[in-house]
């Protein structure tokens, strides 16, 4: 049974930082993609940074030169530092993986998801 843990979110002010993190557990033969979501209320779930299994980054453009999207693989943990914290940020922050489990199974799982809110 894959398993994704997340922490980290909270109530920050504007300007200030937050670090979240995704445990990934279970019986996993490899990760692949990993990514960080997010939901504010009214509007639609979008990607905010992806790290490939390469190495790779992308980050939707809000949030360039702020977040970074990293990776402990010993850990099997992701995680997104995330600065310059803006009101617009606020969300509900979701990790999601791309994975080969052991056996028959689903590859992609997500997080229970962690609120983000920054006050002005």
Known sequence: QVQLVESGGGLVQAGGSLRLSCAVS???????????????????????????????TNYVDSVKGRFTI????????LYLQMNSLKPGDTAVYYCNVDLIP???GPRDYWG?????????
């Open 26 to 56: 279970g019986s996993i033969i490899r990760i692949n993609a990993m990514g960080w979501h997010r939901q504010a209320p009214g509007k639609q779930r979008e990607l905010v940074a992806a790290l490939s299994r390469g190495g790779t």
């Open 102 to 104: 052991y056996g028959p």
């Open 112 to 120: 229970q998801g962690t609120q983000v809110t920054v006050s002005s």
């Open 70 to 77: 990293s990776r402990d693989n010993a850990k099997n943990t």
